[in-house]
């Protein structure tokens, strides 16, 4: 006989391209004690992300009333749209969404289910039963549960998630490491079969190594990824020249509010730095280029950025008196200009590499790692040959780490069987998490999420609607990324397959550009930009946004 109780619910669905190949996951869980009473999952075909989540969402009230048909239910879905639907706050206007609300609302007489939002990570069951159900879908089969290793434990996977993809303390250890003379564990950088089962519980590692460095996002990126103390790529900065300011680059800067191209300016730098700064190296010089060529100091423009932070900036006294008429004693050490400092060794140069189109690319659709996983489309396949016979033709990549996401590569593949290198794949240089944004259009965005959007574009610590990332929270990923690879990789050029989020992040951060800088740069599908990071901290940008060999 049923027996009147309470059940959880939890949902989720997911679509391939949304619309693409769709599928659902649900699960009716004990509140008291988590047993998982009954699973539901099923690939839907063609479909939208919020049709996946709406049928999910039936799919679990109808295995809940099955089991206890007078039981009440918590449901807890990481979806906004379709929890703020169900719980009468947002209008439903999608004619597809309609019958699928009113089929949910039908399951259990009303007032017996209550509806909350919960983090993407926190709905991990039922997303993977979601994605085995879309599997199974890309096989021709349909979801079985014999085969279902979607109820797997949290604790285990969370560990699981830090050995393989590493946090930004392990990063941190890793980096110190090196410069101490020892070889740097691969941690982070691990085969592509290994990639997937990894992605979808990296994202919680490098938000729980977040919370844990930097408590309290304060919008200086630099500083919050070090804050305990000056690791990785910091460390370097703060240990090249013991008592030595940091590097502009380190700082921030509000940015004016004049025309854009104006808006990356940063605040003056420190006299004694600006006039003795080199040249920056010409636009287009490529990977290549060593910065031995900029041999005559120069006057560097207002906002050099890292450049300011020459080795003789470090020492120079900021209110040194002017040159005395005579020469000065032969005991006293001459003071060093422009990059006639210490040598600091060939720099770990990362060419970053946008990968080829998708099918969401055209339409200018979010397209992060929070939706489907779209494919390079035959465009998109082109340009990933294009720009592999481009830098087979330059002949200076020694390595190839990419991003997990199937775009990426697809395109580093292409590259990689031009120059007979392996793809190793780095979980930080995935795409930011766009939550319910992901496959909708700037304006489809503008219409449904208005004060989501605006937030989002005022402030870089806001999050997309439905608990994706903010871009404080991807600047500290991609912070400790970098701190990891440039370690790893330290003398070596390195081909960086991911996408526009991380490779404006570096190019921003590298700079000492402020948040809003990323809202100010054009990054191409197949694009190539370069940094180049030395020993002592800083990093130059060689190229941005180069497509020369697409024409």
């Not at 391939?16 to 009954?38: C, F, I, K, M």
């Not at 031995?292 to 006057?299: C, G, L, V, Y």
């Not at 016979?389 to 002949?395: D, I, P």
């Amino acid at each position: 006989m049923a027996t009147s109780r309470e059940l959880i619910v939890e949902a989720d669905g997911g679509s391939r391209g949304n619309p693409g190949p769709a599928g659902y996951g649900a699960v009716v869980l004990d509140p008291v004690t988590g047993e998982t009473l009954a699973e539901r999952a099923e690939f839907i075909g063609v479909a939208t992300n919020n049709v996946a989540e709406y049928k999910g969402l039936v799919a679990g009230l109808t295995a809940a009333r099955e089991l206890f048909p007078e039981a009440t239910v918590h449901v807890r879905m990481d979806s906004k749209l379709v929890v703020e639907q169900m719980s009468g706050r947002w209008k439903i206007k999608h004619p597809d969404m309609k019958p699928l609300a009113a089929a949910a609302a039908r399951v259990f007489p009303p007032g017996r289910v209550r509806y909350e939002w919960i983090p993407r990570e926190r709905n991990k069951h039922a997303d993977r039963l979601a994605n085995e159900a879309m599997d199974a879908g890309r096989r021709g089969e349909q979801w079985s549960p014999a085969a279902s290793t979607a109820a797997l434990n949290p604790t285990a996977d969370l560990a699981a998630a830090r050995k393989a993809a590493g946090d930004a303390t392990a990063g941190a250890a890793r980096a110190r490491a090196a410069l101490a003379g020892a070889r740097p564990e691969p941690e982070g950088l691990f085969a592509p079969d290994a990639a997937r089962a990894a992605l979808a519980t990296a994202a919680e590692a490098d938000r729980e190594a977040a919370r844990s460095a930097a408590p309290e996002a304060t919008g200086d990126f630099e500083a919050e990824a070090g804050r305990e103390a000056p690791t990785g790529h910091a460390a370097r900065a703060a240990g090249a020249a013991p008592g030595a300011p940091m590097a502009p680059a380190a700082t921030g800067a509000a940015a004016p509010t004049s025309a854009p191209a104006a808006a990356a300016a940063q605040a003056p730098a420190p006299a004694a730095a600006a006039t003795t700064a080199p040249a920056p190296a010409p636009a287009g010089s490529g990977p290549a280029a060593s910065a031995a060529a900029a041999t005559a100091p120069a006057t560097a423009p207002v906002g050099s950025g890292p450049a300011a932070s020459a080795p003789a900036a470090a020492t120079a006294p900021a209110t040194a008196p002017a040159a005395p008429a005579a020469p000065a004693p032969q005991s006293a050490a001459p003071v060093s200009q422009g990059w006639s400092g210490p040598d600091m060794g060939a720099p770990a140069t990362f060419v970053l590499l946008r990968h080829g189109e998708t099918a969401l690319t055209p339409e200018k659709r979010f397209s992060g790692s929070g939706g489907g996983d779209p494919e390079l489309s035959p465009a998109g396949r082109r340009q990933a040959e294009a720009v592999a016979a481009s830098l087979a033709a330059r002949g200076t990549i020694q390595e190839i780490v990419s991003s997990p996401l199937t775009r990426c590569r697809q395109t580093a593949e292409a590259v990689a069987a031009r120059l007979g290198l392996d793809v190793r794949i780095e979980n930080g240089l995935r795409e930011t998490d766009f939550g319910a944004w992901e496959g909708l259009t700037f304006a489809e965005v503008r219409e449904r999420y208005k004060d989501d959007l605006d937030a989002w574009l005022a402030s870089p610590k806001a999050a997309p609607t439905g608990g994706g990332e903010s871009f404080a929270t991807v600047a500290r990923r991609v912070s400790a990324t970098r701190d990891r690879l440039t370690a790893a990789y330290a003398g070596r050029t390195v081909l960086l397959v991911t996408h526009v989020t991380p490779i404006k992040t570096l190019v921003r951060l590298a700079l000492g550009a402020p948040p809003e800088s990323l809202f100010r740069m054009e990054l191409s599908a197949a694009s190539i930009s370069a940094v180049a990071y030395y020993a002592d901290g800083n990093a130059s940008v060689r190229l941005l946004n180069d497509t020369s060999h697409l024409r």
